[in-house]
């Protein structure tokens, strides 16, 4: 019974493309997060929400758009995807007062050719 | 905002060796220390963690210490095996409430 599940595993697809990537979590959290992991495992914040609000938004071009239907899910949608994209994307949600205790998804490994 | 900074990798042992993994921190303040863990093709799980100075977190037999004086909080294992070869990220509060900031990882690999 996975806590944060993310789909796709593995996205392979051309440049220009839109995608999206799906993210859910069943422990009752009432924030998530996307981040961004590269090629040398660095660790990138990209967004965060809090009950469907967004919290964080860091420096991503505006052609990545979050979007949280619910408190359990945060979805990623990339618009003309580009080389430089490629990368690990992982979801991962919070509990209310534990902030920093973060339950991560196995990730989504994207390849834009 | 909070920083940490931590060892480089990759490092390698061979199974039963000693183990730090050195991160320091940067911050204004005493904020909380943590230490994460990614085994192969999964996410980060949360492997310990330390909230004041001179707090140990522990578990899976790692330790780690929140020293002040050094702010530091280095990772340690007495006696490795090939089950805790992953990256290892030191993590802090970042700019906002809702924010880790992590360091660039280490790469762990144990040998039989």
């Known amino acids: 019974d996975t806590a944060v599940s993310q789909t796709p595993k593995y996205l392979v697809t051309q440049m220009g493309n839109d995608k999206s990537i799906k993210c859910e979590q069943n422990?009752?959290?009432?924030?998530m997060y996307w981040y961004k992991q590269d090629s040398k495992k660095f660790l990138k914040i990209m967004f965060s929400?809090?009950?469907?609000?967004?919290?964080i938004n860091e420096t991503v071009p505006n052609r990545f758009s979050p979007k949280s239907p619910d408190k359990a899910h945060l979805n990623l949608h990339i618009n003309s995807l580009e080389l430089g994209d490629s990368a690990v994307y992982f979801c991962?949600?919070?509990?209310?007062?534990?902030?920093?205790?973060?339950?991560f998804g196995a990730g989504t490994r994207l390849s834009v050719l | 905002g909070n920083s940490v900074t931590q060892m480089e990798g990759p490092v390698t042992l061979s199974e039963e060796a000693f183990l730090t993994i050195n991160c320091t921190y940067t911050a204004t303040g005493y904020p909380s220390l943590f230490w994460y863990v990614q085994y192969p093709g999964e996410g980060l799980q949360l492997l310990l963690k330390?909230?004041?100075?001179?707090d140990k977190g522990s578990n899976k037999g790692f330790e780690a210490t929140y020293r002040k004086e050094t702010t530091s909080f280095h990772l340690e294992k007495g006696s490795v095996q090939v089950s805790d070869s992953a990256v290892y990220f030191c993590a802090t509060p970042g700019a906002g409430s809702y924010q880790l900031t992590f360091g660039k990882g280490t790469k762990l690999s144990v040998i039989p």
């Open positions: 422990l009752g959290h009432d924030t």
């Open positions: 991962a949600s919070s509990p209310q007062g534990a902030k920093n205790i973060q339950y």
């Open positions: 330390a909230t004041k100075a001179d």
């Open positions: 929400y809090n009950n469907k609000e967004l919290i």
